[in-house]
């Protein structure tokens, strides 16, 4: 039951151990498998909004009084911490009103997605696998329309542009990111310079603006769509210099416009201000003139969409259907496709994982429960799509942690060992105050360095899917 009174985490935690006769180390232990999760709290540690709910379930399950939602005290302890979970695959909520915390550095687990991006291979096998989409795509002129729907640090998108550059050297290019972190816009767009000095004719948008809006550069809320920032930055130049010296030069703008906060609801990032930043070659204009959007007036109809680990794993299937993958496939063009990419575990990434927490199952919804949910979402609308789950031969792909062969040996240098604890960890989005409590003895070193052993080294499972809009019927 929830309370209607208005208890703290703190409160109902206590209310329920005494009723049950209980400690709180037995409830931390029960209730989110860490014996310290309730001292912690005392000494005022915070929590992810999911621990909260996987809390206020495991008291409201068992009888007790979960706390009230509203609280402004247990929201109070939903603070930095939980955005690290937020960061692993954000998933944006509407604006609320009275967020005071501004500026938030929210992507506080950077770190460990730096150090993943660079030690494994999944973002070159993720672009290898959108090559072959790329190949079943047909544009019709003006230009090859692709969203990245979550840009990250750009390492995927660059791969992507380089083999769309290799298919197609001569058709213009719509390129549209979203990304609402400045940092990752920053690193993806130091990767820019040579993708417009290697082909010419592209238009790339970066915007902040949520799933339901990107693809639209609008913002649903009128008073938002008033106030869009909206700035076009034709390139001077002919050389990937020229063009960086530029690039960089746009740091100021981007540290204006690229603030975000965090809702105080659900940790989630919301843009200070609704932005887009266009960037094309002013040697290019004339012939980009149409395929340059304008403010008020873009449409979406992308050829390929691209989203690659866009939800947290551990959100329903219909959130993250109703929040990502249904406005999206909204966005499709008429034979336009959207690859959709996330983990899927059943490799030793997880058994480091379920070493350490053995209950843990962190990839609670696959290819085919969303796509289900996303058939209902759609309602009528989905007969204009085909729904592509693939068989898992052609789906699931694997990457792994780069490690030179002698690496792994009887004993395993403990850069190699905290390079993989690290990706497991963070392939399996766990929350950093369980991390704190793995990590005060060595048995986590010792987990990840026998499946090391085990493996020979150390890999991953992805799975992916495909929507496809269909061809409307010539009448
Ligand atoms: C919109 S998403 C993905 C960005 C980009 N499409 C990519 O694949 O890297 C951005 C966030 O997803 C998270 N993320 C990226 N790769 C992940 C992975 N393999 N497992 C879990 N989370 C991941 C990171 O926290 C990152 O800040």
Redesign the pocket.
């Known amino acids: 039951m929830r309370s209607s009174t208005g208890h703290t985490l703190l409160d109902s935690i206590s209310n329920f151990c005494k009723q049950q006769k209980i400690a709180e180390s037995t409830f931390g232990r029960r209730a989110v498998n860490d014996g310290k999760f309730v001292s912690r709290l005392r000494n005022g540690s915070r929590v992810t909004p999911e621990t909260w709910e996987r809390v206020s379930r495991f008291i409201e399950k068992n009888g007790g009084t979960s706390p009230a939602k509203a609280d402004p005290r247990s929201m109070h302890l939903i603070s930095a911490n939980h955005i690290t979970a937020t960061?692993?695959?954000?998933v944006e909520s509407e604006p609320e009103n009275g967020s005071r915390q501004k500026n938030f550095r929210f992507?506080d687990?950077r770190q460990k997605?730096l150090l993943?991006?660079t030690t494994c291979s999944?973002?070159e096998v993720?672009a290898q696998r959108i090559g072959v989409e790329l190949g079943n795509i047909d544009p019709t002129p003006p230009a090859v329309r692709v969203l990245?729907a979550?840009?990250?640090?750009g390492?995927?998108l660059t791969r992507v542009m380089r083999e769309m550059h290799w298919r197609r050297p001569t058709m213009p290019f719509y390129i549209l990111c979203k990304e609402v972190?400045l940092e990752?816009v920053r690193l993806s767009l130091a990767k820019m310079p040579d993708r417009l000095f290697e082909h010419p004719s592209t238009v790339l948008i970066i915007t902040n603006m949520y799933y339901s809006e990107a693809p639209w550069l609008t913002p649903r809320d009128e008073k938002a769509a008033a106030s869009v920032v909206w700035q076009e930055v034709p390139l001077s130049g002919n050389t990937a210099h020229d063009f960086d010296e530029q690039i960089k030069a746009l740091d100021s703008f981007l540290v204006e416009n690229w603030q975000a906060r965090h809702s105080p609801k659900t940790g989630n990032p919301i843009y200070e201000k609704p932005s887009v930043l266009i960037l094309y070659r002013e040697d290019y204009r004339f012939l980009l003139d149409d395929i340059i959007p304008k403010k008020g007036d873009s449409r979406a109809d992308f050829d390929l969409i691209?989203a690659?680990?866009?939800y947290r794993?551990r959100v329903s299937p219909q959130f993250k259907v109703e929040k990502v993958v249904a406005p999206l496939t909204r966005a499709l063009a008429e034979g336009g496709r959207l690859l959709g990419i996330h983990?899927y575990g059943h490799d030793p990434g997880l058994e480091i994982i379920q070493k350490v927490w053995p209950d843990e199952m962190p990839f609670s919804s696959g290819r085919h429960e969303i796509l289900h949910a996303l058939k209902l979402e759609l309602g009528a609308d989905a007969g204009n799509y085909n729904f592509n789950a693939n068989s898992d031969a052609r789906s699931i792909f694997r990457y792994k942690m780069h490690a030179l062969p002698t690496e792994i040996s009887a004993s395993i240098g403990t850069s190699t060992l905290f390079a993989a604890w690290n990706a497991a960890v963070?392939?399996a989005?766990i929350e950093d105050e369980r991390l704190t409590a793995a990590m005060s003895d060595n048995k986590y070193l010792e987990a990840t360095n026998e499946v090391l052993i085990k493996y020979g080294g150390l890999w991953f499972n992805?799975e992916s899917y495909i929507i496809s809009r269909r061809h409307a019927r010539k009448s």
Request: charged residues 20%.
């Open positions: 960061a692993n695959g954000a992507f687990n997605y993943f991006v999944e973002k993720i990245d979550g840009m990250g640090d390492s995927v972190s990752d691209i690659s680990q866009p794993s983990s963070y392939v989005q992805d």
